[in-house]
């Protein structure tokens, strides 16, 4: 059964979207696509398994929770591989409500995961109990490493290293440093008969509304055309891929782009 569009995170909430189908007790897959792409299975209006490129369970459903942008999908009657959700829709929503609040009680002290945080001189010498995962964080805490890294190196999610060195902060252990701006990836544009190429393409199945689309596509990926990085051309094909309802001209669409795409110099 084909996929249904479902509605964009920059408008409604992916709660929004998913509460008629836990109510209408729905089965399928929901898809975001967007600069990340996430899936989550409800069976019997059920949710019983999420998955990201990052995680999945329980942490990728909290996760995608999160997002902001995106382009969402239904698609009736699909059942995952596993399932990793094991308690019910109920509890983990409820948890879902607790993490958010935590969350916005921690950002008050973390409100960026470019921040940096160092181990903080002790005015008295007060013995302190430290946990397995506190003594993590305070061995990478170093006055340069940021959360974001701090969370990679642990295999962690932001929303748990962010927990845990607020714990710290809280107890005097750790202080800010200073926040630092990401460090700039270094990436090759596609070259300038790229867009042109699939808007052209695009006219010739949706018509006068192609340039709209992209343009709606560029800002759900978070970039604009003079320089939109190479590595992102074929997920960015795919997605605009996604607004034609014809499959047969879809199919069309991907297989030209494609072909375009891997021809060496070509973007």
């Given at each position: 059964m084909p996929e249904l569009f479902f509605g964009e995170l920059s408008k409604m909430k992916l709660f929004d979207l998913l509460k008629p189908?836990?109510?209408?007790?729905?089965?399928?897959?929901?898809?975001?696509?967007?600069?990340?792409?996430?899936?989550?299975?409800?069976?019997?209006?059920?949710?019983?398994?999420?998955?990201?490129?990052?995680?999945?369970?329980?942490?990728?459903?909290?996760?995608m929770m999160g997002w902001k942008m995106g382009r969402s999908t239904f698609e009736p009657d699909v059942s995952p591989k596993e399932k990793t959700i094991l308690i019910p829709s109920e509890q983990l929503l409820l948890n879902w409500s607790y993490r958010k609040q935590e969350?916005?009680?921690?950002?008050?002290?973390?409100?960026?995961?470019?921040?940096?945080?160092?181990?903080?001189?002790?005015?008295?010498?007060?013995?302190?109990?430290?946990?397995?995962?506190?003594?993590?964080?305070?061995?990478?805490?170093?006055?340069i490493r940021r959360v974001s890294e701090i969370a990679e190196m642990l295999g962690w999610d932001e929303f748990e290293t962010s927990k845990v060195i607020y714990q710290l902060v809280q107890a005097g252990l750790l202080e800010k440093a200073e926040e630092q701006k990401p460090p700039k990836k270094e990436y090759v544009s596609v070259k300038e008969n790229f867009f042109p190429m699939i808007e052209n393409e695009l006219r010739k199945v949706v018509g006068p509304v192609a340039p709209f689309i992209i343009e709606d596509k560029l800002d759900e990926f978070g970039e604009i055309k003079d320089s939109f990085p190479q590595d992102q051309a074929e997920p960015f094909v795919e997605a605009i891929s996604e607004e034609i309802p014809h499959d047969l001209k879809r199919k069309e669409f991907i297989k030209v782009m494609r072909e375009f795409l891997s021809h060496e110099g070509r973007f």
């Amino acid at each position: 059964m084909p996929e249904l569009f479902f509605g964009e995170l920059s408008k409604m909430k992916l709660f929004d979207l998913l509460k008629p189908l836990l109510v209408g007790k729905k089965t399928g897959m929901v898809l975001i696509k967007g600069k990340e792409t996430g899936e989550i299975y409800l069976e019997s209006g059920n949710i019983i398994h999420a998955k990201t490129a990052q995680f999945s369970g329980e942490d990728a459903f909290y996760t995608m929770m999160g997002w902001k942008m995106g382009r969402s999908t239904f698609e009736p009657d699909v059942s995952p591989k596993e399932k990793t959700i094991l308690i019910p829709s109920e509890q983990l929503l409820l948890n879902w409500s607790y993490r958010k609040q935590e969350l916005e009680k921690i950002r008050e002290v973390i409100p960026s995961s470019n921040m940096i945080f160092r181990l903080s001189l002790q005015k008295n010498s007060e013995d302190k109990s430290i946990r397995g995962d506190q003594w993590n964080v305070l061995a990478l805490a170093n006055g340069i490493r940021r959360v974001s890294e701090i969370a990679e190196m642990l295999g962690w999610d932001e929303f748990e290293t962010s927990k845990v060195i607020y714990q710290l902060v809280q107890a005097g252990l750790l202080e800010k440093a200073e926040e630092q701006k990401p460090p700039k990836k270094e990436y090759v544009s596609v070259k300038e008969n790229f867009f042109p190429m699939i808007e052209n393409e695009l006219r010739k199945v949706v018509g006068p509304v192609a340039p709209f689309i992209i343009e709606d596509k560029l800002d759900e990926f978070g970039e604009i055309k003079d320089s939109f990085p190479q590595d992102q051309a074929e997920p960015f094909v795919e997605a605009i891929s996604e607004e034609i309802p014809h499959d047969l001209k879809r199919k069309e669409f991907i297989k030209v782009m494609r072909e375009f795409l891997s021809h060496e110099g070509r973007f």
